[in-house]
Structures are given as structure tokens and as C-alpha cells.
């Protein structure tokens, strides 16, 4: 698919494989204290968190439904942009694990509404998440585990419960787990006490919460906003006509000099000729004893 359209737009000698490796610069959506250490070049810049910001006041609707939860506060749920709504059946098992919660609820679905939705629920197509996750009365996040939303999360400090079901969701909420700052569950065999539970343990055990501070002040300790670090960047190889100082050359090697063919065989081409060498050496040594021996006797 994308081959075709660098055919048609950018010529027919261009693919998306040389788009990619002649990059000039990388934005990529990764922030280290939500992804694991690892080497990399000059031109790849870390944005990750970069959509997230400060929240705004919520539209009168969502306002009033989230004072009336009082001290118990909110439990936002939102499964992203790809998946409006689940099957009916597991629709049901989560609206039933709401049901029984002591928060209000502000659930995002664009689908057939559940029969056993309690009243606590509210149902929205549509829902303003980095402001209701901004929200002081927030208490938890459930989630797909989107990259958006996952940052969004650790950007206003709620803790999540992760309900994976594409894509990089399994690792992105993996990640999470992993810092203490979300409870994973197995859609394909999951109960509504499955859930229940999760949200119990993750509102009331303080523990998720203070992981998730703990990270929310690490991202936000930075000189400058991801925003403004992707500007720069950009900017930074527009006036310097691509930066290519910042740029690994390895693209424009043939593949066996990008994987060390030619060394592998120059290193054993020695091996082999000091082998030849040895062996022709041992022999004229054994011939010359032999010859020897002869003349003794």
C-alpha cells in the first residue's frame, strides 16, 4: 500500500523502505521512564507524552455528573478510536463490575447499551479524556492501553486497569504492570469480578497511585515540553539541510558490508590459510624426523 503511493507521488524508483532509512530525523512517541533503556542514533528525538497537556473545564454535562459522585469520585473508561464497543456479552460483564463500584462512572461507547447498566454509568460516543483525566475527582483509567492514552495517564497521575486488545496495547499496559502503576486483565476470560476486583484494588490500594506520581514526576521533569523538543528538531534539520552529521551513513552500505560479510570472509580466508600453513609445516617437520630416524637405524 504505501509502496504505491511513493510510486505515485514521489517516482518509481522510491519505496517506503528508502523513505524510512533515509530519514533525516526521527520523532518517536517513547519516553524512557515508560519504555526500557537501549542505544540509539543522533537523529532519533523522544516526544512521547507529546499530546498531553493541561486539562480544561468540562462541558456543564460532564461537570455535574462528576460533582454528583461526591467523595467516592470517577472511574473513566474509554477503549480508543479503533474499537467503539465489545461484544454484547463482554459489554454486559463490565457494565455489571460498574454497577457494583461506589464511583460514578463516564464510560465511552458508540455501541447497543447494555441491559444491567446501573445508574451510576453514564454512556457517552464521544468524551473529553485528557480533561476528565485531569480531573481531581478521577480515581481510575480503564483502558486498551493505546499510546496516547497510556501517557495521558501517567501525564495526570491516574492509575490505570488495562484491558488489551490490539496492536501494541499488551505491551504498552505490560510496561505499566511492570512499574506498579496498572492492573492487567485477560479480556478473552474475563468475569465481572474480574474486573471488580482490579478496580477495587487499584482506587484502594494507594500503592498504584503513588507509582503513578512517582512516574508523572518524572516525565514532566524536563527542560523543555516534548512539544517544544519536536519543533526544535524539526527545525533544527530544515535550517541545516537534513543534518546529516546527526545521521547514521549504514543505509547507503551494500548488505554485506552492513552485516560484516566481507570481514567474516577475509577472517577465515586467514583461519583457513594459517590452518594450510600449520598442517603443510607439521608434516615437513614429521618428515624431516622420519628421515632421520631412518639414518639412525
Not at 518509481?12 to 533503556?37: G, K, Q, S, Y
Not at 464510560?107 to 464521544?126: E, F, M, S, Y
Not at 474480574?194 to 516525565?219: C, F, G
Not at 603443510?280 to 618428515?287: G, R
Request: proline fraction near 6%.
Amino acid at each position: 500500500m504505501y509502496n504505491e503511493l511513493c510510486h505515485r507521488y514521489l517516482g518509481p524508483d522510491t519505496d517506503i523502505e528508502t523513505i524510512l532509512l533515509r530519514a533525516d530525523v526521527w520523532l518517536m512517541r517513547v519516553d524512557f521512564i515508560f519504555e526500557f533503556p537501549r542505544p540509539t542514533m543522533p537523529n532519533i528525538v523522544y516526544i512521547g507524552g507529546f499530546q498531553c497537556k493541561p486539562s480544561k473545564p468540562l462541558a456543564a454535562e460532564f461537570e455535574e455528573f462528576v460533582q454528583s459522585s461526591g467523595e467516592h469520585g470517577i472511574i473513566v473508561m474509554s477503549l480508543g478510536t479503533i474499537v467503539s464497543s465489545l461484544p454484547m456479552q463482554i459489554t454486559m460483564k463490565i457494565a455489571e463490575a460498574f454497577a457494583q463500584v461506589p464511583q460514578k462512572v463516564i464510560w465511552r461507547h458508540d455501541g447497543k447499551i447494555p441491559p444491567n447498566l446501573g445508574n451510576n454509568t453514564l454512556l457517552a460516543k464521544w468524551i473529553p479524556q485528557n480533561d476528565l483525566l485531569g480531573h481531581p475527582k478521577t480515581r481510575a483509567f480503564v483502558a486498551h492501553g493505546g499510546t496516547n492514552g497510556v501517557y495521558e495517564a501517567i501525564y495526570h497521575r491516574v492509575p490505570v486497569v488495562g484491558i488489551p486488545l490490539l496492536f501494541d496495547q499488551f505491551d504498552n499496559l505490560h510496561r505499566l504492570e511492570t512499574r506498579g502503576a496498572a492492573k492487567v486483565i485477560n479480556v478473552a476470560a474475563m468475569q465481572s469480578s474480574d474486573l471488580l476486583q482490579a478496580l477495587n484494588e487499584v482506587i484502594n490500594n494507594t500503592s498504584y497511585r503513588d507509582n503513578m506520581q512517582k512516574l508523572s514526576a518524572l516525565h514532566r521533569d524536563q527542560p523543555e515540553s516534548p512539544m517544544e523538543r519536536a519543533i526544535f528538531w524539526i527545525e533544527y534539520v530544515a535550517r541545516h539541510k537534513g543534518a546529516a552529521h546527526l545521521r547514521s551513513e549504514s543505509y547507503r552500505l551494500p548488505w554485506y558490508v552492513y552485516y560484516c560479510v566481507d570481514v567474516m570472509i577475509l577472517l577465515l580466508s586467514v583461519l583457513l590459510m594459517v590452518t594450510v600453513l600449520t598442517v603443510l609445516l607439521l608434516k615437513k617437520l614429521c618428515n624431516i624426523a622420519r628421515k632421520k630416524k631412518q639414518k639412525i637405524q
